[in-house]
Structures are given as structure tokens and as C-alpha cells.
């Protein structure tokens, strides 16, 4: 079953560009799909445009069967909670502790005076530890967040947007900035969060390796157009070499 159905997007942040180009694909629940494409290919864009974090000028974004371009300031703020981010840079706020960094993604749930006075119930704090055990990092619960690794803190955001109780988790190059052993680490709670908590995952890339590694299914973007959306094994390499424009010498050492 489609839990997210993108069909006919068009995006322009000015009327000289069009970023993104009659966009179609779609997502199952439970799916785990990766965008690939070349830097500028609109990527961070459309997922943007998924949770309205940016407007759309043309087509429909369906998720769970709402029409996202049409919702109110309150339905939007319950979209939200439904839908979880995960950021290249993490988006923590760093001289806050880790514990207090992942409550943080209850907010969209709790009314403005709540949210400000950090009121949490026990249940809320009980979840929250146990998504830091289950990410293998209670131990840095009462920490700053600035005093962790890149992948520790990459974990906290995993925790932040599991909290939400979301049904799509949209990651905007989680492992652009990690080595690869974090990268690998992340990749795999990624992975986990689909296969054993049914959790929809639509994950930007830029490592194509990745992306074949881990997805059910890649959608590539050229230029603000899929030129390829099909399942990962089938990626070829004349599809990569369409996808990032290269010619066959320069994909030996893409
Ligand atoms: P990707 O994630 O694939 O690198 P982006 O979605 O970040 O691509 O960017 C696609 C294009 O949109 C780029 O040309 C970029 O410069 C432009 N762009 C992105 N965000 C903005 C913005 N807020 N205002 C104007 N142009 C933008």
C-alpha cells in the first residue's frame, strides 16, 4: 500500500529556475527508498516539499491519503508529527543534553506553554530511554549534545525522530558528514528502523554504493527529474552514469 504518492511536483524557489520537474514515484509503508543525484539535482528540495518545510508550486503531494499542499496550519502541525526529519548537520541544539534533545521531539504534540515549559510525562521520558538503549547511547543520556561524535549525535537524532511515533522518516544525507564506521552504523539503525519497526524510510544519498546496499528501491534525480526509479538491484551502471551524467571513463573513478 502507497503511504506517500508524489505526483506531478513542481518546485521554483524564482520564476527563472525550476528546481524540481514533474516529479512522480511512490512510496509503500514500510519501504525503505534512497534519492540519489548529483549535487543541485534537487534532492533536499523535494523532501522539503514532502513536509512542506518549503511550498510547492505545482502537482500533489498525497501522504496517507492527505493532500499536503492543502492543509491548514493545524494539520500541518499534526502532518509534521507524522513525519520525522533527520539532518546532514543533526539539527540539535548542542548546550542542551541529550535526553532533553530527544523529548524535544514531542513537541508537535504538546500545547505552545508545554513545549515552552519542557513538561514531559513519565511514559514520554521512559520512551525516550528506552530509544536511547535501543540506539546504544543511554549512557550519554545527561550529557551535552555538543560533547558527543558526529555519530553519537547523528544517533540522538534517530532517537528524536522516533520519539515522534512518525510513519515516514525523511533523512537528508545522514551520513554526509560521518566517517565510515558511523556512516555504517547509522546506516544499518536506518535500515532497522524499517525492517523490524515498520517505519517508512526516504533517505537522500549521495554514496551510490550505499544506496544499493540498503534500499528496496532508488529513486535518481537529474536535474530536477527521476530518470530512474526502480528497485535497487536493477540500478545499472549506464543508469548511474544517466543519473550523475558522466561518461563511462569517469565512472571508473566516480
Ligand atoms: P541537492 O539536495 O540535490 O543538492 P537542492 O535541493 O539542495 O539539491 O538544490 C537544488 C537547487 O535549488 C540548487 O540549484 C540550489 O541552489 C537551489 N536551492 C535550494 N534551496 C534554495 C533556496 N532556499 N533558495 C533558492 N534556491 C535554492
Do not use: W
Amino acid at each position: 500500500m502507497s503511504l506517500l504518492r508524489v505526483e506531478g511536483l513542481g518546485k521554483s524557489y524564482n520564476p527563472e529556475t525550476k528546481v524540481l520537474k514533474d516529479i512522480h514515484f511512490e512510496v509503500g509503508t514500510g519501504e525503505f527508498v534512497s534519492i540519489i543525484g548529483p549535487s543541485g539535482a534537487g534532492k533536499s528540495t523535494l523532501l522539503r516539499c514532502i513536509n512542506r518545510m518549503v511550498d510547492f508550486n505545482e502537482g500533489q503531494i498525497i501522504f496517507d491519503n492527505q493532500h499536503v499542499g492543502n492543509l491548514t496550519k493545524k494539520k500541518l502541525r499534526k502532518l509534521r508529527t507524522n513525519i520525522a526529519m533527520i539532518f546532514q548537520h543533526y539539527n540539535l541544539v548542542p548546550r542542551l543534553t541529550v535526553i532533553e534533545n530527544v523529548l524535544h521531539g514531542r513537541f508537535g504534540y504538546k500545547t505552545t506553554l508545554q513545549g515552552v515549559l519542557g513538561r514531559y510525562s513519565e511514559e514520554e521520558k521512559e520512551f525516550a530511554f528506552s530509544l536511547l538503549e535501543k540506539l546504544g547511547i543511554a549512557e550519554h543520556a545527561y550529557k551535552r549534545c555538543d560533547q558527543l561524535s558526529g555519530g553519537q549525535q547523528q544517533r540522538v537524532g534517530i532517537c528524536r525522530a522516533l520519539i515522534q511515533e512518525p510513519a515516514l522518516v525523511l533523512c537528508d544525507e545522514p551520513i554526509a558528514s560521518l566517517d565510515p564506521n558511523s556512516s555504517r552504523i547509522i546506516m544499518d539503525y536506518l535500515k532497522s528502523i524499517s525492517s523490524e519497526m515498520g517505519i517508512t524510510c526516504l533517505v537522500n544519498l549521495h554514496q551510490v554504493e550505499v544506496a544499493q546496499n540498503y534500499s528496496d528501491r532508488i529513486v535518481g534525480l537529474r536535474n530536477g527529474e527521476v530518470v530512474f526509479n526502480g528497485r535497487s538491484d536493477l540500478l545499472t551502471q549506464e543508469q548511474i552514469q544517466n543519473i550523475y551524467g558522466l561518461k563511462s571513463k569517469d565512472l571508473i573513478t566516480a
